[in-house]
């Protein structure tokens, strides 16, 4: 799964990198936790979208609290999820993000990377809209089961798009689950892995010291 992410660069980086203008209002961050808004590019150009994605024929908002993640083996059988990945799919950039595994009686959190590099999740979004006519854009990750080093922290993973391939996740080209994961790349052998503070468990603190390694 993916419960927390960080994102770190300047924006003329992430704009050159995504290739759009990014919103004023983008600074790096290092423990990003669902329900808070997310840099995404859609088919349109650059925003923030809220991480959990809330179906358009939901009743309410709280439904996105808990579908962050969606599982891309099963994404086309899911109601919440299946039109968004046939009609809106979006990229989310990331230089990072955390996973927890069970060590003597402790979640011990680790970091996972790209080289410090910028790199893409595989989301989806969904527009959304009250009663009051209020419209709120909210969206998920894909997930995948973990290979590699990465199986032996989590049972799972974030989906990463390669970079040539963005614009073919943006504009549909594909239509099926398998399609869609035949232009993916998990990127499993290129993450690197370690050790960070326990501080990342509570989402109120962000800071750069939060993917410092720390010795176990």
């Given amino acids: 799964m993916c419960g927390r992410f960080a994102l770190a ?6 704009a050159e990198y995504l290739q759009g203008d990014v919103p004023d209002s983008f600074v790096s961050r290092y423990n ?3 329900t808070t808004p997310v840099l995404a590019k859609i088919s349109s150009g650059i925003t923030f979208l809220r991480w959990g994605l809330i179906p358009s024929w939901s009743k309410d908002m709280v439904i996105g609290n808990r579908l962050f993640n969606a599982r891309s083996e099963t994404i086309l059988q899911k ?9 809106r799919r979006c990229l989310i950039p990331a230089s990072g993000f955390y996973e927890w595994h069970l060590e003597s009686g402790i979640k011990q959190p680790y970091f996972c990377h790209i080289d410090k590099a910028l790199f893409s999740f595989a989301g989806i979004w969904e527009h959304w809209q009250d009663a009051q006519g209020n419209e709120l854009h ?9 290979v590699g ?9 974030p ?11 943006l504009n549909h080209a594909n239509e099926s689950t398998q399609a869609a994961l035949d232009c993916i790349s998990q990127l499993n052998s290129e993450f690197h892995i370690y050790p960070v503070s326990t501080m990342v468990n509570a989402s109120r603190n962000d800071s ?8 176990t």
């Fill in 9 to 14: 660069s300047s924006p003329q980086a992430m």
């Fill in 208 to 215: 750069a010291e939060l993917i410092n390694p720390v010795k």
């Fill in 138 to 146: 909210s969206c998920a990750i894909l997930t995948t089961q973990a």
């Fill in 79 to 87: 109601p919440s999820f299946k039109n968004a990945f046939k009609r």
């Fill in 149 to 157: 080093e990465l199986a032996g922290i989590h049972q799972r993973m």
């Fill in 159 to 169: 989906v990463v798009i390669r970079d040539e391939l963005h614009n073919d996740w």
């Fill in 32 to 34: 990003i936790a669902p």
